[in-house]
């Protein structure tokens, strides 16, 4: 990708990031590194680092929940739960995606 590119698709997904996050918890609970492979390979972010900041604001924000527990006698696992005040904010941020997407797609469409 040439730079430009790049650049405007990490703003993208930065601004996107959460949104997708609530979105996978919505359907179930996951764990942090489970959340980290599947945004991963959708390409979504670079690598798991940059998804436990989030859930840390996100937990302290008050949209998702979290429990350990021990899997196997391996190391604990982090589980992350959407929270009602996270579906609450899911469904803003899909009624707001939305209207926008709509916005940017007929602006964009004239300049193709």
């Given amino acids: 990708m ?3 590119i790049e650049r405007i698709a990490t703003n993208l997904r930065k601004g996107v990031l959460e949104l997708c996050v ?3 918890l919505a359907a179930g609970e996951r764990y942090g590194l489970d959340l980290a492979s599947d945004l991963q390979g959708r ?3 670079a690598g798991e680092g ?3 900041p989030l859930l840390a604001r996100m ?3 008050g949209v998702v929940d979290t429990r350990t527990e021990a899997v196997g006698g391996g190391r604990p696992r982090r589980y992350y739960t959407i929270t009602a005040a996270g ?3 899911l469904m803003t941020f899909i009624e707001v995606w939305r209207a ?3 916005e940017v797609d ?7």
Avoid at 106 to 112: F, M, Y
Wanted: aromatic share 4%; charged share 20%.
């Fill in 43 to 45: 390409g979504l972010i």
């Fill in 22 to 24: 609530l979105g996978l």
């Fill in 2 to 4: 040439t730079e430009s």
């Fill in 106 to 112: 007929t602006i964009i469409e004239g300049a193709a």
């Fill in 59 to 61: 937990r302290d924000g």
């Fill in 87 to 89: 579906r609450e904010q």
């Fill in 100 to 102: 926008i997407g709509v």
């Fill in 50 to 52: 940059s998804l436990y």
